[in-house]
């Protein structure tokens, strides 16, 4: 499969637990974004990079969400002391910076907060 | 404020019958506009796209429309079919575009009765 590849798809944690998720864009790939869907919302953007750089991360819900992708391939999303508010679905999406726009998306990675 | 919305939140069609789906955007600025379709428990997959410099759009099945002048945007599918019963999401990218960072519509859900 050649698409863009999210792990794990579920996690359920206990609240104040730390959980880390990881995306692989697709290959060559340059720009990859995490968004995040509650139920019954459309995706709501967090951060993006390109290659490595992570070139806006204002978005992000608190100090506890940070992402890195180190080498400029895979990325992962780590939420420190997760809250029952964290519950929801995460995406990533990633494009060749020179296509025209669209994004492809992942399947998501959804979190369960107790 | 700046956002992207729908006009319908659900909608419920005959199979081989045609949909609209409608959506407003208030960011006037706005030069790129996707359509996505996202099935339960799967990320979200792109239908069709179109600038700002553009009235309409064709793919498979699909037509995107784009009035300018009042904000609005739709996507007609041709004769529905029952795997076409999704959740429909507008996006839109805003000004300074080549960031792509898609601000989404709440969805409608398109149901296809047999």
């Known amino acids: 499969d050649t698409g863009v590849s999210q792990d794990p798809r579920h996690k359920i944690t206990k609240r104040g637990q730390n959980v880390t998720f990881r995306c692989d864009p697709i290959s060559e790939h340059n720009r990859l974004y995490w968004y995040r869907q509650t139920l019954g919302q459309g995706p709501e953007f967090l951060t993006y990079f390109q290659n490595e750089a992570q070139l806006e991360k204002s978005r992000l819900l608190s100090d506890r969400f940070s992402a890195e992708r180190p080498k400029g391939s895979f990325s992962t999303l780590e939420i420190q002391r997760t809250e029952q508010g964290d519950s929801a679905m995460y995406l990533c999406?990633?494009?060749?910076?020179?296509?025209?726009?669209?994004?492809?998306f992942g399947e998501g990675s959804r979190l369960t907060v107790l | 404020g700046e956002s992207v919305g729908l006009h319908l939140p659900t909608l419920s069609v005959q199979e081989g019958d045609n949909s609209i789906i409608n959506c407003a955007y208030s960011n006037s600025a706005s030069d790129y506009f996707i359509w996505y379709k996202q099935e339960s428990g799967k990320g979200p997959q792109f239908i069709i796209d179109i600038r700002s410099n553009m009235d309409k759009r064709q793919g498979q099945r699909v037509t995107v429309l784009l009035n300018k002048t009042v904000k609005h945007l739709s996507l007609q599918i041709a004769a529905t079919q029952p795997g076409d019963s999704a959740v429909y999401f507008c996006?839109?990218?805003?000004?300074?575009?080549?960031?792509?960072?898609?601000?989404f519509g709440k969805g409608t859900l398109l149901t296809v009765n047999p």
């Open positions: 996006a839109e990218n805003g000004p300074g575009g080549s960031n792509y960072k898609l601000t």
């Open positions: 999406a990633s494009r060749v910076l020179q296509s025209a726009g669209e994004l492809f």
